[in-house]
C-alpha cells in the first residue's frame, strides 16, 4: 500500500500564488515519475506537470513559464508552486505517483481562483 498526502490547496485571487505539496509514503522501492494533474466537473484528468527520477520534467503548455514542479526524493515528496494563477487554473489537483509496477493516485485538493 502506498499514501499520498496532498496539502497546499485553497482559494486566491488572480495573479497569486500557491504551492502544492504531495508526501508518498508506505510500501515504496523506487519512485520513477510524480506529478500533477487536474480535473474540472465535465472534463478529464489532465496532466500539469510531471518529473522523472532522472530529471525530466515535463509541463502543460498552459501552465509553461508559470508553474514549477519539483522533488525532493529522499522525502518521497513531490511539490508544484504555481505562480500568476488564473481563473482557468481552478480545478481539483491530484497528485501522480508511477512506482514502475503501480500508480497511485492523491485524494485531490481543491484549487480556486478568484477573478
Known amino acids: 500500500q502506498v499514501q499520498l498526502m496532498e496539502s497546499g490547496g485553497g482559494l486566491v485571487q488572480a495573479g497569486g500564488s500557491l504551492r502544492l505539496s504531495c508526501a508518498a509514503s508506505?510500501?515504496?522501492?523506487?519512485?520513477?515519475?510524480m506529478g500533477w494533474y487536474r480535473q474540472t466537473p465535465g472534463k478529464q484528468r489532465e496532466l500539469v506537470a510531471t518529473?522523472?527520477?532522472?530529471?525530466?520534467?515535463n509541463y502543460a503548455d498552459s501552465v509553461k513559464g508559470r508553474f514549477t514542479i519539483s522533488r525532493d526524493n529522499a522525502k518521497n515528496t513531490v511539490y508544484l508552486q504555481m505562480n500568476s494563477l488564473k481563473p482557468e487554473d481552478t480545478a481539483v489537483y491530484y497528485c501522480?505517483?508511477?512506482?514502475?509496477?503501480?500508480?497511485?493516485w492523491g485524494q485531490g485538493t481543491q484549487v480556486t481562483v478568484s477573478s
Open positions: 501522480n505517483v508511477d512506482l514502475g509496477s503501480e500508480v497511485w
Open positions: 508506505g510500501s515504496i522501492f523506487s519512485i520513477n515519475t
Open positions: 518529473a522523472t527520477s532522472g530529471g525530466r520534467i
